[in-house]
Antibody, heavy 122, light 107 residues
Framework: QITLKESGPTLVKPTQTLTLTCTFS??????????VGWIRQPPGKALEWLAL???????RYSPSLKSRLTITKDTSKNQVVLTMTNMDPVDTATYHC??????????????WGQGTLVTVSS | DIQMTQSPSSVSASVGDRVTITCRAS??????LAWYQQKPGTAPELLIY???SLQSGVPSRFSGSGSGTDFTLTISSLQPEDFATYYC?????????FGPGTKVDIK
């Protein structure tokens, strides 16, 4: 059974750097095809894809946020970390991590974490 | 970027109604399309992948169709637990993009 859970600060100040950790179980990022993505959702708004990392360390970013995002993996800990620099109040959102398998489901995220609400405010 | 649009933005329906939601891509995406259901305060759940394949465990009243630029999600007989917001997502190319969502609420 695949599970994912996000962790990190609930409140950050403008200009600070946000670091979020996705801890997962039920699969390994050493296994071919496996990947983890990050998706966010501002309160009352739609989903926005942010970044994705695959087992082979292929990394993809949203072009509009690429300069601010870094995604990394720690296969020994079953974790994926997303950092976002220069946080702004418009970045207030629930941040989800989700599982994806390259070559299956045609790019769908089949398992999601519950999400963590991050508020950006001074 | 591939832009995704959905219509309607909201629909009011009754239990037992047939509901159809449309998703359109700004360029052809083959069948690289997924549908998700999201209830308030919870994570999205995958309903349909590859435009028409039902995710394991999802009731058969949900179905998807389409290819290229035009796609539909159909709920054949709306159940109380189906009142939610539905999103489409393309994965043909990066950046992945989601539609704005369609809220299905009680008439």
């Amino acid at each position: 059974q695949i599970t994912l859970k996000e962790s990190g600060p609930t409140l950050v100040k403008p200009t600070q750097t946000l670091t979020l950790t996705c801890t997962f179980s039920g699969f390994s990022l050493r296994s071919s095809g496996m990947g983890v993505g990050w998706i966010r959702q501002p309160p009352g708004k739609a989903l926005e894809w942010l970044a994705l990392i695959y087992w082979d360390d292929d990394k993809r970013y949203s072009p509009s946020l690429k300069s601010r995002l870094t995604i990394t993996k720690d296969t020994s800990k079953n974790q994926v970390v997303l950092t976002m620099t220069n946080m702004d109040p418009v970045d207030t959102a629930t941040y989800h991590c989700a599982h994806i398998t390259r070559g299956y489901y045609e790019g769908a995220f089949d398992y999601w974490g519950q999400g963590t609400l991050v508020t950006v405010s001074s | 970027d591939i832009q995704m649009t959905q219509s309607p933005s909201s629909v009011s329906a009754s239990v037992g109604d047939r509901v159809t939601i449309t998703c359109r891509a700004s360029q052809g995406i083959g069948t690289w399309l997924a549908w998700y259901q999201q209830k308030p305060g919870t994570a999205p759940e995958l309903l349909i992948y590859a435009a028409s394949s039902l995710q394991s465990g999802v009731p058969s009243r949900f179905s998807g169709s389409g290819s290229g630029t035009d796609f539909t999600l159909t709920i054949s007989s709306l159940q109380p637990e189906d009142f939610a917001t539905y999103y489409c997502q393309q994965a043909k190319s990066f950046p992945f993009t989601f539609g704005p969502g369609t809220k299905v609420d009680i008439k």
